[in-house]
């Protein structure tokens, strides 16, 4: 059974659209994260809600609005994708003081 | 911001030897936390460290939470070709909400 499950995998799409990413957690975590990994393989935190509140907040360009509608979902949607925004984003979820797991990650590509 | 610096980038190893990594920081962590990597995939814990000076072991893998709480490394012994990925340090400071990455260890071993 997937702990940290991810849609879609895979995301191309031309500059200007808007997209969204799912993420859903079985775990019972009320914590739950983004990162955004770079082609370097850089792993950056973006942002992470507790108890459906957002705690963090790092520096995201406000065109990435993270919406969580309950403790087992953390959805992510870009408006006007840019070139610079292709990455892999993971999605993960932890009790606070725990480790966090980690979801399969969505690769976008921004044409 | 708080900063990992995590080395080597990169290590070339036949199968057989031994590896070690490390991880420091101008700032104290409450915790350490290891991961690996596998190409496609999302990061997965290896080792976690809660206490100043702890040294944990699992299985070919040990990792030490340094007396300074500045530091920490990762020792695999005796490699074997599925070792190969990115190995991540992890810092956790007060909190436990915000986790900062190192750049990642790519470890690549010949058979």
Known sequence: ?111 | GQQLNQSPQSMFIQEGEDVSMNCTSSSIFNTWLWYKQDPGEGPVLLIALYKAGELTSNGRLTAQFGITRKDSFLNISASIPSDVGIYFCAGQGTGGFKTIFGAGTRLFVKA
């Open chain 1, 1 to 111: 059974d997937t702990a940290v499950s991810q849609t879609p995998k895979y995301l191309v799409t031309q500059m200007g659209n808007d997209k969204s990413i799912k993420c859903e957690q079985n775990l019972g975590h009320d914590t739950m994260y983004w990162y955004k990994q770079d082609s370097k393989k850089f792993l950056k935190i973006m942002f992470s809600y507790n108890n459906k509140e957002l705690i963090i907040n790092e520096t995201v360009p406000n065109r990435f609005s993270p919406k969580s509608p309950d403790k087992a979902h953390l959805n992510l949607h870009i408006n006007s994708l840019e070139l610079g925004d292709s990455a892999v984003y993971f999605c993960a979820s932890s009790q606070v003081w725990d480790e966090q797991f980690f979801g399969p990650g969505t690769r976008l590509t921004v044409l």
